[in-house]
């Protein structure tokens, strides 16, 4: 059975240096390794900013948190796609690469 989990905090930690995705080492909970091992269809990759530790480069921040996302997907030998539509998530839960969307949590970088 394939599932889909709706929220980690992975994105960070990659890209502030505290988790290697593509080989699991490191901090974190989700990587690309476990989420093969597990099975995983989709994970929605949180980017979370917060305007008290980045204030004036929230938006910024943000960016470069999504770009970390799609640099994830294209490192992972098309284990991990970045999708944007339904049919796109759909074909990767009926056995295609893992789905990864991009999950804005806060609005402090669109203020």
């Given amino acids: ?48 900013v917060l305007s008290e530790h980045y204030p004036g480069t929230e938006l910024a921040r943000a960016e470069e948190m999504i770009g970390t996302i799609e640099r994830m997907a294209a ?14 998530l759909e074909e990767s839960c009926a056995g295609g690469p893992i789905a990864a969307l991009i999950g804005l949590e806060g609005a402090d970088p669109l203020e």
């Fill in 1 to 48: 059975m394939r599932f889909f989990d709706t929220h980690c905090d992975t994105v960070q930690k990659v890209l502030d240096g505290r988790l290697n995705f593509q080989t699991g080492e490191g901090e974190g909970h989700v990587s690309l390794p476990g989420m093969l091992a597990a099975g995983s269809c989709a994970q929605i990759f949180a980017v979370f």
């Fill in 75 to 88: 490192d992972s030998g098309g284990k991990l796609k970045t999708v944007r539509t339904a049919a796109e």
